[in-house]
């Protein structure tokens, strides 16, 4: 009855989101922070569910970035756009992560390299929060939001997973590096041509969760090996949605057709399934807060310089590089899913004593909101289309 009622919740939650513009992830987290303040007032011990978050926010990264990539088209009109995404996400990733470990590093008194390993989680747009968010944004916008926050989500964890490697300036840790990104493109290429070989040859009905398995299980051997697994899981969907760039002649008269029919059926079981994850993932988040981490004045003060730094690397590249509107691009950064996985992947050794995670709840709460306030500026006019 419980998770049932909870499934029903978060359904209305988005259907007031809609409605309001509240990003449904705040309902979702005050949920599960209410739910563990009821429990501790009346008296019940609470548990520790972060083992369970971690795998709820792994598997939910993967059917969210699936969903995203399966909405986009790549043609030679397209480059474009690609290109800009691209270079947005990678300009505000780093000027954001460099200057968050700055401020750490002064304000903590904690080396630079320790600082930018905490930065870089909150450097990074959450592709959980804002691709629910632009269903009514123009498309042009809406895919340039999908493609920023994937390419983000992408980088954020390449460069996470480089930071933590010893003497990340010398030689070797560079060369070990690019092969994890050379490698994770060729596994890509491969597990893409492998999942579409099931799709198209496996005739029982029961072949889409077989698929999601082994491409759970490709991007956990990934995480393992410490390669970009997420590129793997975006490349599939880019192949399963632009099948034509890569299957010419026969192959393509034969396997198009089939994939053209179960295409429709994939995006609704992936967005069904991203929805559930999305909501037990953030209920389950929110139950795990300490609110006494939160209220206090130094989270406050360094949680808004935080969100301040990131505001201005936003507005320096829209304003002044890519030359686009503002509205409501500056806006649309949450921080969620994968930022939260990344601070709990933090290895004990590189952990910061001194740090306050609710500077990490602060964050992602007012992000959140600037994106909330951003959708409700924006009003679509002809103007407005990129």
């Known amino acids: 009855m419980l998770l049932s009622a909870t499934v029903i919740l978060s359904y209305l939650f988005n259907m007031l989101s809609r409605r309001t513009q509240i990003p449904s992830v705040l309902l979702l987290i005050s949920t599960g922070l209410g739910v563990k303040l009821v429990l501790e007032y009346y008296g019940y011990a609470t548990v520790n569910v972060q083992q369970l978050v971690k795998i709820l926010g792994a598997v939910g990264i993967i059917m969210i970035v699936l969903e995203a990539?399966?909405?986009?088209?790549?043609?030679?009109?397209?480059?474009?756009?690609?290109?800009?995404?691209?270079l947005s996400a990678i300009f505000i990733f780093l000027f954001s992560a460099f200057g968050i470990a700055m401020l750490m590093s002064w304000t903590l008194e904690q080396s630079f390299h320790l600082s930018l390993i905490y930065a870089i989680p909150m450097s990074i747009i959450s592709s959980a929060i804002v691709i629910p968010s632009t269903g009514h944004l123009p498309e042009?916008?809406?895919?340039?939001?999908?493609?920023?926050?994937?390419?983000?989500?992408?980088?954020?964890?390449?460069?996470?997973?480089?930071?933590?490697?010893?003497n990340v300036l010398s030689w070797r840790s560079f060369g070990i590096f690019t092969g994890n990104v050379l490698l994770a493109i060729l596994i890509s290429m491969l597990a893409s041509l492998l999942l579409l070989y099931i799709l198209t040859k496996i005739t029982v009905t029961l072949r889409f969760f077989l698929m999601f398995?082994?491409?759970?299980?490709v991007y956990s051997a990934g995480e393992l090996i410490h390669i970009p697994a997420l590129l793997i899981v975006l490349v599939f969907g880019l192949v399963l949605n632009n099948t034509q760039l890569i299957l010419r002649g026969k192959?393509?008269?034969?396997?198009r057709p089939k994939i053209t029919e179960i295409l429709h059926l994939m995006r609704s079981i992936t967005a069904e399934t991203s929805f559930l994850l999305r909501t037990f993932f953030f209920i389950l988040f929110g139950y795990s807060i300490d609110i006494a981490t939160v209220a206090t004045l130094d989270v406050a003060i360094t949680g808004s310089?935080?969100?301040?730094?990131?505001?201005?690397?936003?507005?320096?590249?829209?304003?002044?590089?890519?030359?686009?509107?503002?509205?409501?691009?500056?806006?649309?950064?949450?921080?969620?899913?994968?930022?939260?996985l990344l601070f709990y992947s933090i290895p004990q050794s590189r952990t910061m004593v001194n740090f306050n995670p609710g500077i990490l709840l602060f964050v992602v709460i007012v992000t959140s909101l600037l994106m909330m306030l951003g959708l409700m500026m924006f009003h679509q006019r002809e103007d407005d289309i990129m």
């Open 69 to 86: 990539a399966m909405d986009l088209t790549v043609n030679r009109q397209k480059l474009p756009l690609i290109r800009n995404s691209f």
């Open 140 to 166: 042009a916008k809406k895919e340039f939001i999908i493609y920023e926050s994937s390419f983000s989500d992408i980088l954020g964890i390449l460069v996470f997973n480089y930071v933590l490697m010893d």
């Open 213 to 217: 398995s082994i491409l759970a299980l």
């Open 251 to 255: 192959m393509a008269r034969f396997v």
């Open 305 to 340: 310089l935080i969100v301040g730094i990131l505001l201005v690397s936003r507005y320096l590249y829209l304003r002044f590089i890519l030359k686009a509107n503002l509205f409501p691009e500056l806006f649309l950064m949450p921080r969620g899913l994968v930022t939260i």
